[in-house]
């Protein structure tokens, strides 16, 4: 995914206190509903100590979809690739 954002992947995966970072927590969300992972297991693999900011922003990104067409198409997109790659 960091490259679908341009990003290199240690951006990705490493948030910077106080930064919004819209793609990490889209993949956050994303390895919680594809992946089947568990919240501490989602904080483990962003880096983080902290399994809250793992729901948080999975929230965030829930609760924008229904209001944000764009924002909901891009996710169900990104979701669609993440499936057939588990087939």
């Given at each position: 995914?960091?490259?679908?954002y341009?990003?290199?992947?240690?951006?990705?995966?490493?948030?910077?206190s106080?930064?919004?970072?819209?793609?990490?927590?889209?993949?956050?969300?994303?390895?919680?509903?594809?992946?089947?992972?568990?919240?501490?297991?989602?904080?483990?693999?962003?880096?983080?100590?902290?399994?809250?900011?793992?729901?948080?922003g999975?929230?965030?990104?829930?609760?924008k979809?229904?209001?944000?067409?764009?924002?909901?198409?891009?996710?169900?997109?990104?979701?669609?690739?993440?499936?057939?790659?588990?087939?």
């Amino acid at each position: 995914m960091a490259g679908i954002y341009k990003m290199s992947k240690d951006e990705f995966l490493k948030g910077v206190s106080g930064k919004e970072n819209e793609p990490r927590k889209v993949a956050k969300y994303l390895a919680r509903r594809c992946c089947a992972q568990t919240l501490l297991e989602t904080a483990k693999l962003f880096g983080l100590e902290s399994y809250g900011a793992v729901g948080w922003g999975c929230d965030r990104i829930k609760s924008k979809i229904p209001n944000d067409r764009k924002c909901k198409s891009h996710i169900e997109s990104l979701e669609a690739g993440i499936c057939q790659q588990k087939i």
